[in-house]
């Protein structure tokens, strides 16, 4: 029996889906709540292990402090995935359960409305940013509360790049194709996963096409896949895979890229903070010459896909009210103080307070200030048109990572790629 998609298993259902959210409060205010309170939590995994340790431990502070238990659950991206899909059919699971991109857009029937708490934060921390409500706000409602944007650059060889010709990272995806040949043809090649890893695939095959001028759909809601733009960025993959990388990122996952840098396999792969932290730990000799860049830019300019993490209580859940004020503990200051340095700038705050202070990684790391502004520059799914389900769906499906992947594998033509795509995002954006 063929394995049913997470649409055709809600579909088949009777269920519709969409998005809610968790709520914060002002920082640095301790938060109390009903006596008795039980909360799960599920979130990710994160890359950073000791972050792990480090919210359970706040959590249970808290709950100590409230008469209270929390249950931290962790998973990897895909079990986020499945059990939101489950939960949104069945009603049964966490009362908090963290989401990537616009999926708040794809579930938001299944979520809480938690418009109050998140309004109320935003405003006490200085706002949230655009990428926060793009993600979050659902027809006017906030339907998850933002939590940290996976702030992401391209992390490099410093010594690696010097000795091909560059005392700096190239400022553009043509200069890093030429870049990238040469590092290639030394025995350093690239490395950016075509392959289904949802974080680091839809960020690098998003903000190239994004970066040629390319989309999914325009403002209005038409599709635009199929463009003159999107050739172009399919082209420049291409030639960039065959010139530049190294082969076996076509079939990378999330984790493939970190572990081919630090056993200095490539030379160069766009992530977030967690390989610098995974090298220092290791005390890997290169990481003295390890840094990061922002993202090139391209023909349409500098145009970045940004991994929004948010926060959603289930509409089902007995304890709406609670979790949202567990959920105001988590966005607040003593949260936020411990897990930015703890996380190495993985998680970056999607409200402006804590941009430019001093006691966050990217404002005293130098390694680290090409992180800095990117929740106020990045672009979530949907662009240049606007987050819905459908542009959810399409993330979550790898519609687009699939189209460039399949090029670069030598399995379609760019006209074959682009025609499976565009059937792929035709049938989403109409079902």
């Not at 991109?101 to 109050?116: K, T």
């Not at 030429?178 to 950016?192: D, V």
């Not at 998003?206 to 172009?232: A, H, K």
């Not at 391209?298 to 145009?303: D, L, V």
Request: charged residues 15%.
């Amino acid at each position: 029996m063929a394995k049913q998609s997470r649409r055709d298993f809600l579909k088949a259902s009777g269920f519709t889906i969409a998005g809610l959210a968790a709520g914060l409060s002002p920082l640095g205010q301790m938060v109390t709540m009903a006596q008795g309170s039980d909360i799960t939590l599920q979130t990710w995994g994160h890359f950073i292990a000791s972050s792990n340790d480090l919210l359970t431990s706040l959590s249970n502070q808290w709950a100590s402090a409230n008469d209270a238990s929390v249950t931290v659950n962790l998973t990897g991206f895909d079990g986020l995935a499945d059990t939101l899909a489950t939960a949104a059919a069945t009603g049964a699971g966490p009362d908090v359960i963290m989401m990537l991109h616009a999926r708040p857009h794809q579930f938001a029937e299944a979520l809480a409305d938690v418009s109050d708490v998140v309004e109320e934060v935003g405003d006490a921390n200085g706002g949230w940013y655009d990428i926060a409500r793009d993600a979050c706000m659902v027809d006017g409602v906030w339907r998850a509360m933002p939590w940290f944007l996976a702030a992401h650059a391209m992390v490099y060889r410093e010594d690696q790049f010097a000795e091909v010709g560059y005392d700096a990272f190239p400022d553009t995806w043509e200069g890093l194709l030429e870049a990238g040949t040469a590092l290639k043809g030394m025995g350093a090649p690239l490395g950016f996963s075509t392959g289904r890893a949802d974080g680091d695939g839809n960020n690098f095959c998003f903000s190239v096409l994004w970066s040629f001028g390319g989309g999914v759909t325009d403002p209005d809601g038409n599709i635009i896949l199929d463009s003159p733009e999107t050739r172009l960025a399919l082209e420049f993959v291409q030639q960039l895979y065959n010139d530049a990388m190294i082969e076996s990122a076509i079939t990378w996952d999330d984790g493939a890229n970190n572990r081919a840098f630090l056993a200095g396999e490539v030379s160069c792969t766009n992530n977030a903070s967690s390989i610098l932290w995974a090298g220092r730990r290791d005390q890997i000799d290169f990481m003295a010459t390890t840094s990061h860049a922002p993202y090139p830019a391209g023909p349409a300019g500098r145009i970045q896909y940004s991994q929004v993490h948010s926060l959603g209580v289930l509409a089902s859940s007995e304890n709406v009210d609670k979790a949202k004020e567990y959920l105001r503990f988590i966005n607040s200051e003593q949260v936020w103080l411990p897990m930015g340095v703890q996380t190495t700038a993985f998680n970056y705050p999607l409200f402006a307070n804590f941009e430019d202070n001093p006691a966050m990684p990217w404002n005293f790391d130098e390694k680290l200030a090409a992180f800095k502004g990117l929740a106020e520059t990045g672009r979530t799914v949907g662009y240049p048109g606007s987050p819905s389900p459908a542009a959810s769906e399409v993330t979550s499906s790898f519609v687009i990572t699939d189209m460039f992947g399949s090029v670069c594998a030598g399995a379609a033509s760019i006209d074959e790629a682009i025609a499976t795509a565009v059937e792929q995002v035709e049938e989403i954006y109409t079902s």
